[in-house]
């Protein structure tokens, strides 16, 4: 269980953390951040 | 000058299409947990089994992110439009992050099954190469200045790299099946799902796949809102 909780979970987690990454440079580069 | 005026069509098309898709990948997401969750157990694997609803669908993205190079690649070379060059780039960035977590979810499977986290097999060596040598596109344009020479020499290696794509895909039957890591997936009737396991495995690919088109489009536009500042910075008005 343990192994499937950290296959999702990474998985999760870099796709969010990398998106919120590009939201935040976007509106920063757009002048709206 | 307005920035709606100063768009492409490729950056309007990916600023018109990313709003609608984000609330489709959400509904997609919150669907595909659910059929993970309601996935029947596998008898022989047991509950880590339930690994192949992700490891799968990110490497068709990572295959997607590179496919996407290749042919930003070779549209710029044809067209020699800077907009093909960052729909390069953007399908390098997020490829390369689709199969850092491919590269990620595997060997967590594998250490859980095989009882060891890495086999140099002939499908985990070219996935391994084929990581590389994006990571190496990466590297090597965020250490250059730019340019068309840059982008002609980016476009050129990345259509290469495409070629590993099918050669990573189906190093398995190369082999002869002397591969230990399992068979591609085949859907169908003689596939190699279990009953109630086709469902999950499908929202798995539609969520990832729709998961990598808005990661895409994002990071296109922030590619090109880069290029936008770093003009208006060096003068230019374009």
Redesign the interface.
């Known amino acids: 269980m343990s192994y499937l909780i950290a296959s999702y979970g990474i998985t999760a987690a870099v796709l969010i953390g990398y998106a919120w990454s590009l939201i935040s440079e976007r509106r920063r580069l757009s002048g709206d951040g | 000058m307005g920035?709606e005026a100063l768009q492409t069509g490729l950056e309007r098309f990916a600023t018109r299409t990313r709003g609608p898709l984000g609330w489709v990948l959400l509904v997609l997401l919150g669907v595909y947990t659910w059929t993970?969750i309601q996935a029947p157990i596998d008898s022989v694997q047991g509950?880590?089994q339930?690994?192949l609803y992700?490891?799968p669908p990110?490497a068709y993205g990572a295959y997607l992110g590179f496919i996407f190079t290749g042919i930003g690649g070779a549209i710029y070379l044809w067209k020699e439009s800077e907009d093909w060059d960052r729909f390069a780039v953007a399908g390098a960035e997020v490829g390369i992050?689709f199969c850092?977590?491919m590269m990620?979810?595997g060997p967590?499977?594998a250490?859980?099954t095989w009882g060891k986290w890495w086999s140099w097999d002939p499908r985990l060596t070219v996935t391994l190469l084929l990581w590389f040598i994006y990571l190496a596109y990466a590297v090597l344009r965020s250490f250059s200045e730019g340019g068309s020479r840059t982008a002609r020499f980016a476009a050129v290696y990345g259509i290469l790299g495409v070629l590993l794509i099918p050669l990573n895909y189906y190093v398995i039957e190369i082999f002869d099946n002397r591969s230990i890591h399992p068979d591609n997936i085949k859907a169908g009737e003689d596939g190699s799902l279990g009953a109630g396991m086709g469902l999950p495995f499908l929202m798995g690919n539609l969520a990832l796949f729709t998961?990598f088109l808005?990661?895409f489009l994002?990071?296109f536009?922030?590619e090109t809102?880069?290029a936008?500042?770093a003009r208006l910075a060096a003068g230019e008005t374009s």
Request: charge should be positive; charged fraction near 20%.
């Open positions: 920035s993970v509950i880590i339930k690994i992700v490891h990110l992050i850092t977590l990620i979810t967590i499977w250490k859980g998961a808005w990661l994002l990071r536009e922030v809102l880069r936008r500042a």
